[in-house]
């Protein structure tokens, strides 16, 4: 089968360039969604997407539409697409990497005068990162009808201001509906975020699906009483329950494979020396690809809190606060990135999504799936993120192709450009 070349440089410039806006001194990035340098870095995309031919519109979640004709224009848009925000102190290339590969695909498309039968079509999903407004993913969460466009307008920061008047303000609340939106495929290219690819030395991820999770809320209730008047035997330590359930948390997390369990958040009440701890508050986060394992885990999540009840007389409320259902990806999606990962001749392994990302939403409505590339040390959310231009360029091309073939190959100038035979 033929396949098309992407052009990495200017992949890797665009990349770097659009790194400028919010750069840290770190090396990393800030820009939150819907601040200035959001606009900043959503100006220069746009201008970017039009200077290679596309139409530009923007929906009532300031979502950006970028697409480019095909043949027959009443068809579904094959698509593609991630996010420009970034974490507070972020990389340059969660998220970012994902919409500047998908404007590369239309660049190289050009240079390759292909031509599709299906339209293509970028989205820069509004706020991913959940950091500034949570929660996270808000742009393809009302695309995909998981949560209200009115509900999502008035969310606010910690300062008060309103997520729908920071979208005016920035010049992003379109005019496009959110409903409606249909694609006949979409893909997603973003780092891995994980050491997965890099501990097997695999070039590209064929992402099978998300996996799922249960969050809760616990609080835990003892008694607050002297540290030095009181026996051992009469104490109520919540945070001596808290610590059994934590590592109970760990325990249940391994013992269902690839699962994982983490207690992220914890207060103590009162919090003071020489006083036990009476009251705690804590969270905790349960993942898993195959559902029925979630379930085991959120039983025996369960069964240790009552347990840890029955031993330490501590009273434990656990409270089920969210649960996100694993996300199988499109059959068809998958082997569309498996063909043209092997017959771009890269390495690669089946790999499930830890993170939330827009194709999971996405996926709700279209069939999707994702393209992993390594990230160094498998670090994201830092600003010390890390990936290379070889591992960025196969990433893009696995896109470009897997795109092409999905969208119906029409014509294309294998003069121009190179199109080799694999
Ligand atoms: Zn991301």
Redesign the pocket.
Known sequence: MNTFSINSDRLWDSLMEMAKIGATEKGGCRRLALTDLDKQGRDLYVAWAKEAGCTVKVDQVGNIICTRPGENNDLPPVGTG??LDTQPSGGKF??VF?VLAGLEVIRSMKDHSIKTKHPIEISVWTN??GSRFAPAMMGSGVVSGRFGLQEILDKVDVEGLRFGDELERIGYAGDTPVTGRKFHAFFET?IE?GPYLEAEEKQIGVVTGGQGQRWFDVVLTGRESHAGTTPMHLRKDALVATSQLVLKVEEIAKSHKPGCGTVGYMQVLPNSRNTIPGEISMSVDLRHPVDEELTAMDEALKAAVAEIIADTGVDIALKPIWYYAPIPFDDNCIEAVRNATIDLGYSYMDIIAG?G?DACYVSDFAPASMIFTPCLNGISHNEIESTTQEECEAGCSVLLNAMTRIAGLVSADASVGEAVGA
């Open positions: 991630s996010h969660d998220g994902g991913e990162e973003h975020q993170a990302h």
